[in-house]
């Protein structure tokens, strides 16, 4: 759409943020017939949903605090119990099976079977791109790990106007000044956020701050991973988008070497949905309302016994951020424009670098002008169109 044309990435012509409409095929009178079972249909997964919340409340949060003066029979348990309620969640959502692969820069079978029955583990951190709840809610029964959210502090000043768009200018998409119009944002550290929590703020911008926060968080990787006694997860994303290309990792994160092999193992992940049907809606939940989304897009199907589908790839230890072997200047020597970006800031080439096998493993490209702040904005216009 024209008016959004300022939030189209200059370099792919991707826009990352703009909610994937699903294709309109089918009949309206075929719709309207199966509306009302449509709609009961998602009111019935949405409250065996909410019950499935309450279930995890209270084994989590009541029953499992047993468990706590032992760490090791805690995590164990809280992990058991975590899967069998994640499980049970992407299950009614329609997720039965979800496909997984390993994907290696060095061909051969060999390097891949040797890897089959490894997992991530204490001291592990798992980087991963962050599309939809649903990324969450795998992440944290295949893992129970601890998630990772940047924080930020708050600009002293954002004074700078907001840049018109689309027909505003008069002088079509094409001319649009992508250029900021936020102050810079420093990185604070990483807090640690719980699930439930996470998925609340699934489309959300991270967390800012006036001054560093009274509550828990690391100001590095490397000391969440030695503390926490579960492998971490980081987006460094900060938010979500609509699956069409990864987004520009925001400012400070992943800068420096993080990936020293006493800390553990660096898993690269990425999430790919299925693109959406008549039938079936965009899993993808880059706008702030995942509530919404859940029952008016992922639940509310017409099909008695939905299946939707998710793919998992990872990328091969070998040629992870944590191998020897992985060289940030010579992967971005190869890639497009690479060495411009590391060249502009020597303390960003870990997270250039990162953003390169992210997206490689994906298959899918970068949007190198937009970010979470680019968003920011997006979404203050997104809410003033719809007021």
């Not at 991270?206 to 006694?229: F, Q, S, V």
């Not at 859940?294 to 070998?318: A, C, D, K």
Request: net charge positive; charged share 15%; with cysteine.
């Amino acid at each position: 759409m024209e008016k959004y044309s300022k939030w189209r990435d200059p370099g792919t012509g991707i826009q990352p943020f703009l909610p994937i409409v699903p294709p309109r095929s089918v009949s309206p009178i075929f719709v309207a017939l199966l509306g009302p079972f449509s709609l009961v249909h998602a009111i019935a997964r949405t409250i065996l949903l909410g019950v499935i919340a309450l279930l995890h409340v209270i084994l989590i949060d009541g029953l499992c605090l047993i468990f706590t003066p032992v760490p090791p029979i805690y995590r164990l348990v809280s992990s058991v119990f975590t899967a069998l309620t994640c499980r049970l969640a992407l299950g009614i959502m329609g997720y039965w099976w979800i496909t997984t692969d390993i994907y290696s820069p060095k061909r051969g079978k060999n390097g891949v079977s040797q890897i089959s029955k490894v997992s991530p583990k204490k001291g592990d951190l798992i980087i991963t791109n962050w599309t939809s709840y649903v990324d969450v809610l795998y992440l944290a029964f295949r893992h129970n790990p601890t998630f990772l959210l940047p924080i930020f502090s708050t600009p002293s000043s954002s004074t700078a106007p907001t840049a018109k768009t689309g027909r505003h200018t008069g002088t079509g998409s094409a001319s649009i000044n992508l250029s900021s119009s936020s102050a810079h944002q420093d990185l604070i550290g990483y807090e640690p956020i719980p699930l439930l929590a996470l998925l609340a703020r699934t489309g959300s911008l991270p967390p800012t701050y006036d001054i560093p926060p009274t509550t828990k968080y690391y100001k590095t990787l490397r000391e969440a991973r030695r503390k926490e006694g579960r492998p971490v997860v980081v987006f460094p994303e900060a938010t979500t988008s609509n699956g069409r290309a990864i987004l520009k990792f925001a400012e400070g994160v992943l800068d420096g070497s993080f990936s020293g092999r006493e800390d553990g193992q660096v898993w690269i992940k990425y999430f790919r949905h299925t693109p959406p049907t008549a039938f079936a809606s965009s899993a993808t939940c880059p706008i702030p309302t995942p509530l919404n989304h859940l029952v008016f897009s992922l639940l509310y199907t017409p099909t008695p016994i939905p299946s939707r589908s998710l793919h998992v790839r990872t990328l091969h230890p070998s040629a992870s951020p944590s191998s020897p072997s992985f060289l940030p200047s010579e992967i971005l020597n190869n890639a497009p424009g690479g060495l411009d970006s590391a060249a502009k800031d020597p303390k960003a080439v870990w997270r250039e670098a990162v953003g390169v096998v992210l997206a490689e493993t994906g298959r899918i490209r970068r949007t190198k002008g937009m970010g979470w702040v680019e968003k920011a904005s997006f979404l203050d216009y997104w809410g003033n169109k719809r007021r």
